[in-house]
């Protein structure tokens, strides 16, 4: 079992910046990709970032150049600092980790941008 732990949302200005972080239960090497996806209100769920274990990242087109995923195996984090944010950018976030086999999910922190 993992349990994750998302905080760092809240209510921003366009253009503004949010740091989320995912606290994870036990060692980040045991996880062997952990990411970041977003739900805005009516829509499906969406992938946002990822990075492995091994420390490669991914991201979607929409956030590409704004948005860093990072991770402090120190601390079992992952983090997600998002730049120049835009109002399409409002949803709740959750962070995903993916083990042999499984694949668990915070609660969800939301992220609001004010035009």
């Known amino acids: 079992q993992v349990q994750l732990v998302e905080s760092g949302g809240g209510l921003v200005q366009t253009g503004g910046s949010l740091r989320l972080s995912c606290a994870a239960s036990?060692?980040?090497?045991?996880?062997?990709?952990m990411g970041w996806y977003r739900q805005a209100p009516g829509k499906q769920r969406e992938w946002v970032a990822t990075i492995t274990s091994g420390g490669t990242t991914g991201y979607a087109d929409s956030v590409k150049g704004r948005f860093t995923i990072s991770g402090d195996s120190a601390k079992n984090t992952v983090f997600l600092q998002m730049n120049s944010l835009k109002p399409e950018d409002t949803a709740v976030y959750y962070c995903?980790?993916?083990?042999?086999?499984?694949?668990?999910w915070g609660q969800g922190t939301q992220v609001t941008v004010s035009s």
């Open positions: 036990r060692s980040m090497f045991s996880i062997h990709v």
């Open positions: 995903n980790g993916i083990t042999v086999g499984n694949s668990y």
